[in-house]
């Protein structure tokens, strides 16, 4: 199971951490990614990290924003930096078992476990 935690409101400019711990799941051999939905829009890939800690990021968010995993409470965590107005969305968590490639990881039916929503209001 998931659990995420994190969001909030923020003004533009500042940042956000995104915790998502993970419970009953092998942690070590799971991919995690970070997903979120504005409304209006369909869920996006904002984040990735494969099992063996191969990251990846939407162009939207390169450079503002770090996934990582790991940790004594076996958590993904997604730093979020520099934010807009545009990051505003509901994000989710999710995880997927197994040694998968980037390619597959970018499609969210790899995913076998999805944390809840947190919201993230950007104000500019």
């Known amino acids: 199971q998931l659990q995420a935690s994190g969001g909030g409101l923020v003004q533009a400019g500042e940042s956000l951490r995104f915790s998502c711990e993970t419970s009953?799941?092998?942690?070590?051999?799971?991919?995690f990614a970070w997903y979120r939905q504005a409304p209006g829009n369909p869920r996006e890939l904002v984040a990735v990290?494969?099992?063996?800690?191969?990251?990846n990021y939407a162009d939207s968010v390169k450079g503002r924003f770090t996934i990582s995993k790991g940790g004594a409470k076996s958590t993904s965590n997604l730093e979020m930096s520099s934010l807009k107005p545009e990051d505003t969305a509901v994000y989710y968590c999710?995880?997927?078992?197994?040694?998968?490639?980037?390619?597959?990881?970018?499609?969210?039916?790899?995913?076998?476990?999805w944390g809840q929503g947190t919201q993230v209001t950007v104000s500019s």
């Open positions: 990290i494969t099992n063996l800690g191969t990251t």
């Open positions: 009953g799941i092998d942690f070590v051999a799971h991919a």
């Open positions: 999710a995880a997927a078992a197994g040694t998968l490639i980037l390619s597959r990881l970018r499609d969210s039916d790899a995913y076998d476990y």
